[in-house]
């Protein structure tokens, strides 16, 4: 069994910053990549920002200059850095974690339960 736990979200005003954290713990043996996702009231989930596990990153162009990912201080952790936050990044945000796990070492993709932001204008 993989956990994956987000934390981090809030309320916040617009021009604001929040940092999101992203904690995988369980069987695995390696992490391919980390991502953040979110989806808004009425929308699809979106690629918010990726993280490879040979250094690079993905962004959504909607993010690109205010977003930043960045691997964690403990093992298969990751965090989001947010900055000038604005009305239009509310949304529950999705931590994915892909790895190699189990028994014969086969990938895996598991999400965690999604930590709400909320940007106030």
């Known amino acids: 069994q993989v956990q994956v736990v987000e934390s981090g979200g809030g309320l916040v005003q617009t021009g604001g910053s929040l940092r999101l954290s992203c904690a995988a713990s369980g069987s695995i043996f390696s992490i391919n990549s980390m991502g953040w996702y979110r989806q808004a009231p009425g929308k699809q989930r979106e690629l918010v920002a990726s993280f490879a596990s040979g250094g690079s990153t993905k962004y959504a162009d909607s993010v690109k200059g205010r977003f930043t990912i960045s691997p964690g201080s403990t093992k298969n952790t990751v965090y989001l850095q947010m900055n000038s936050l604005k009305p239009e990044d509310t949304a529950v945000y999705y931590c994915?974690?892909?790895?190699?796990?189990?028994?014969?070492?086969?990938?895996?993709?598991?999400w965690g339960q999604g930590t709400q932001v909320t940007v106030s204008s």
């Open positions: 994915n974690i892909d790895y190699m796990g189990g028994t014969y070492y086969s990938a895996f993709s598991s």
